[in-house]
């Protein structure tokens, strides 16, 4: 592999390890946010356990942070497979940040932003499923994988995801979406496991 190549892979590593929740929760708060919580270090619980607007900061960082490296594959004139690494490798650098203990987030909000720069009529698909779910399952105060309702609607709505992504002509994108996909499942295998067993008994 070219050097070029290797150079712009580790940049997307470390972009990714640049955690957004634990660096604007440590400036505002004098806080580590995976104290807060479960100890994710995301939009979902900044918003939840720290502040909303500072969550709400987070995830549009987080979102664009998920765009940069397709944008700036791009303008290198690199090859898809090359940018298709690069984003996942972001994702993957959230997860497990360098530079705090390889404890970071989920990555969904970074993976999003991803989406959005391949196919933007699916990301608000998808984002406005979220937004749905959400106010379904606030005000009817419904759960059905027994998490909070942010959670129950990131859960619901990545199942979406993987419905619209399969049926999707574009390569880049089901190749991104399901190499990301595997970093947040091995990253957050408890709770994924969690929410299958939910679904089991909800199906008993």
Avoid: W
């Amino acid at each position: 592999m070219q050097v070029k190549y290797l150079i712009y892979l580790s940049l997307c590593y470390v972009l990714g390890s640049i955690n957004t929740a634990l660096v604007l929760t440590y400036i505002f708060k004098q806080a580590d946010i995976r104290a807060f919580g479960d100890g994710n270090a995301g939009a979902t619980n900044v918003f939840q356990n720290v502040n909303r607007f500072l969550g709400a900061v987070v995830f549009l960082v987080d979102f664009i942070k998920g765009m940069l490296p397709f944008y700036i594959g791009h303008l290198l004139f690199f090859k898809g497979g090359v940018i298709v690494i690069g984003g996942a490798l972001t994702i993957l650098g959230h997860d497990f940040p360098l530079f705090f203990d390889f404890k970071g987030g989920t990555g969904i909000t970074s993976i999003l932003g991803g989406i959005f720069y391949i196919d933007r009529k699916i990301d608000i698909q998808i984002l406005m499923f979220f937004v749905v779910s959400f106010l379904i399952f606030y005000f009817l105060r419904a759960h059905f994988f027994n998490f909070s309702y942010l959670e129950e609607s990131e859960a619901i709505g990545f199942v979406l995801a993987i419905f619209l992504i399969l049926k999707n002509g574009s390569i880049m994108l089901k190749e991104y979406f399901f190499l990301s996909l595997s970093f947040v499942v091995f990253r957050h295998k408890d709770k994924v496991a969690e929410m299958f067993s939910g679904i089991k008994s909800a199906e008993r």
